[in-house]
């Protein structure tokens, strides 16, 4: 709208309305990949409440939050809600911890000779990552998307870091960091996809065979749907 939006304009985004609204929210959920690999993961199959939480902060062992996922039902959106997806993505995070159940972010700076080669192993547990596995997107009995590798999701947003590597002794003194990620083009989805409440639907990260993290650590893998949020106004 240009200049300043007549009252009948402004009415357009009130929160206290008849009927239904729709705003912009993602559909995210975060599990914990396991440092020897599996043959699949299952995202928003377990709601807050549920599952094991791999956020950062939280108990080990605990369940999820709203810091892992914002299902409120398993495999499904609640009653009065609908979503318009319109683009995937899949987030990597290298951890530094094997302990079952556990994520432990990992350092991306280190000091000395074998904390770098630490570092180093990060990016190797980036690169296993995304040039392996599929994805599939799930609805009701048939699949309405399948890709490969994972690279072809890269995140919209992602920590970025500059490298610098001084070595002072061959044993001792050396800093190094390091940082990887993936970029490209955004996964947008055409036609975008319409979940109504009460429809069962799926994403699963699916393996050949199970591929191990260099690192020898578990990390953490989310799936975020961008879109919008459809449900009843105030």
Do not use: W
Request: proline fraction near 5%; charge should be neutral; glycine fraction near 8%.
């Amino acid at each position: 709208m240009a200049g300043i939006p007549s009252l009948n304009q402004l009415r357009n985004f009130a929160v206290n309305r008849a009927g239904a609204e729709g705003i912009r929210q993602t559909l995210f959920d975060h599990l914990l990949y396991p440092a020897a690999g599996t043959a699949q993961l299952l995202f928003f199959s377990q709601p807050k409440g549920q599952g094991v939480t791999t956020a950062q902060g939280a108990a080990v062992g605990g369940v999820k939050s709203i810091a892992d996922t914002n299902m409120e039902l398993s495999g499904q959106l609640a009653a009065g809600k609908a979503f318009c997806a319109t683009s995937i993505e899949a987030v990597f995070y290298a951890g530094s911890s094997a302990a079952a159940n556990t994520f432990a972010l990992a350092n991306p700076a280190q000091f000395n000779a074998v904390a770098a080669a630490a570092v180093a192993a990060q990016v190797a547990d980036v690169n296993a990552f995304y040039q392996s596995g599929s994805l599939r997107f799930f609805i009701g009995s048939k699949a309405y998307l399948e890709e490969a590798p994972l690279m072809r999701f890269p995140p919209k947003v992602a920590f970025q870091m500059d490298a610098a590597l001084s070595t002072n002794s061959a044993t001792v003194g050396e800093i190094a960091a390091i940082n990887a990620k993936a970029v490209g083009r955004p996964y947008m989805l055409e036609p975008q996809i319409l979940l109504e409440n009460g429809q069962n639907f799926a994403i699963e990260l699916n393996y050949p065979g199970a591929v191990a993290m260099p690192s020898g650590f578990n990390a953490r893998v989310g799936i975020i749907l961008d879109g919008y949020l459809y449900r009843n106004s105030q």
